[in-house]
Structure formats: structure tokens, C-alpha cells
């Protein structure tokens, strides 16, 4: 069910379903990002005992865009806000793509309030940054790769599709005069060396997943995090980029089986 909440004066669009302990769904970033096709993914996860969220980030979907009147990065401090708001005192973190790396960010600045996270498809901070070096093209081509590893069509629909989809992107990045862009500047500028620099002493439990036919460069991302002690990874055969779309069941089963043997599943 669609429901809204106010974090101050910014609205905030999320879906909750099911009852134990809260699970946090954070979309992934960019022009064709929708919280809807996580939808599949929150009924299953329900189902196991969950109390699902999929909140609609600052600029996605019908929450207002990030107002970024001060220094504060907006996109993660609205998870955090959007956690007190409803009283949700320990939760579970999943991160699609970009939002894997605003769930280890939170994972990080807030070990306490974490229980476990999940990266699904998540690549390394530090390509990103570099990427981020020409600007929001450089966001959008890393997205792009990812993108042409999920599309198998003719070449005239290929093309066509390919020109909404870049169409969708730039004018995602120059919203009210950049305001997504300079939003996740702030995610990845404030405070990356603090969050990244050390990652390997992250103490929050983390399963890190992958299909076999993810990108390369999103692959590199393993290594990364598997600096992380006692994280864990696991690959899931023939899915893709966006696992939670095509193989929620089997995404569900792993997270299962990883909080039954690593985190003990803390319902409670």
C-alpha cells in the first residue's frame, strides 16, 4: 500500500507490507529508477516475516526533491529520519546499485541502528568517484554499461529504447538546475573517506549479491566489499543487473538462508 509521510516539509512516498522485523528497501539511482519494481520483491520478503519499506528517495518518484539548503547529505539523512519518524529503532538495509552505497554509508555512520545489510549489484565507491570526476556523464555511462547487460532487442527497438532511456537520464541530472546531481555529490563528497577509507572496519553483518551476467564493472565491486569482515558473498545464476526484478525468489532465499546462518535472524 502507497502511503506518505513529512520530514518536515518534504513529502515522502513509501510502500509498506508485512509484520516483524523492518526490512528497508533503498532503490537504486538515476532517470529510470522507479520504487515500484521493487514491489514483487517487498511481497515476498513479507511473507518470510518481514516488515517491508520501500521508500521513494528525495527526487524519486512523488517525493519532493532534496531541498539541499545546507551541508547535510539529504538522500541519506532522509533514511535515518524516515526510520524515526516511525519508531523504527534496529532495521534491515537492502541497497540496489547506488543505493547499496547509501546502505553501507548508513551502515557505517549508524552501526547501531543497523541489523544487516544487503548489496545487490552495488560497484565500488571508488570507480564511482572517479567516474563522477567528468560530471553526471560520467554516472550516466556507468549506467548505461549496466543497462545494455538487460537489453536483448532487434536494433530499431534497441536504438529507440536506448534514446528514452538516455532522454530520461539527462533530464533525471539537470532537475531544477542539477539538483539530483548535487544531491549525490553530497552522498559520495561528505564524509567518504570516514565511511569508505576504512571500510574494512565495518561491524554490520553484510551479504553481498550478484547475478551471473552482471557487468564487469559492477562485478568489481566484490572485492571491494569483501574487505568487510566476515561479509559474505553469493552469486545467483542467470539473473542480471536488477535481481530483485527478475529473480526475487531466489534473492529472498539467499537472504534467508545468509540471516539464518550469519545474523541469526533478529526479529526482535
Not at 528517495?57 to 532522509?78: R, V
Not at 569508505?196 to 572496519?201: L, N, Q
Not at 558473498?233 to 536488477?242: F, L, P, Q, R, V
Request: glycine share 8%; net charge positive.
Amino acid at each position: 500500500m502507497q502511503k506518505e509521510l513529512f520530514l518536515n516539509d518534504q513529502k515522502i512516498i513509501y510502500y509498506e507490507k508485512g509484520k516483524g522485523s523492518p526490512f528497508l528497501i533503498i532503490h537504486g539511482w538515476g532517470g529510470s529508477t522507479s520504487p515500484i519494481h521493487n514491489l514483487k520483491f517487498q511481497e515476498i520478503l513479507a511473507q518470510k516475516g518481514f516488515r517491508v519499506f520501500i521508500i521513494s528517495l528525495p527526487g524519486f518518484g512523488d517525493s519532493s526533491l532534496p531541498t539541499l539548503k545546507n551541508n547535510e547529505d539529504e538522500i541519506t539523512e532522509s533514511v535515518i529520519k524516515f526510520a524515526d519518524k516511525l519508531k523504527l529503532k534496529r532495521f534491515f538495509l537492502y541497497g540496489h546499485c547506488f543505493g547499496g552505497l547509501i546502505a553501507i554509508k548508513i551502515g557505517r555512520l549508524y552501526p547501531h541502528r543497523v541489523k544487516g545489510i544487503i548489496l545487490c549489484g552495488t560497484p565500488s565507491p571508488l570507480l564511482v568517484k572517479n567516474l563522477m570526476r567528468v560530471g553526471y556523464l560520467g554516472l550516466i555511462l556507468f549506467l548505461l554499461i549496466a543497462e545494455l547487460s538487460q537489453i536483448f532487442l532487434p536494433p530499431v527497438h534497441f536504438f529507440r529504447r536506448l534514446r528514452r532511456w538516455l532522454h530520461r537520464q539527462f533530464k533525471f541530472y539537470q532537475r531544477r538546475k542539477g539538483t539530483m546531481w548535487r544531491a549525490w555529490k553530497r552522498i559520495m563528497n561528505k564524509d567518504f573517506k570516514k565511511v569508505f577509507g576504512d571500510i574494512e572496519k565495518t561491524t554490520v553483518p553484510v551479504l553481498i549479491v550478484l547475478g551471473t551476467k552482471e557487468n564487469p564493472l559492477i562485478k568489481s565491486g566484490v572485492n571491494f566489499f569483501k574487505q568487510i569482515p566476515n561479509s559474505v558473498a553469493k552469486i545467483i545464476t542467470g539473473a542480471n543487473h536488477s535481481i530483485q526484478i527478475d529473480a526475487p525468489e531466489k534473492l529472498v532465499e539467499e537472504i534467508t538462508h545468509w540471516l539464518d546462518k550469519k545474523v541469526k535472524r533478529e526479529y526482535n
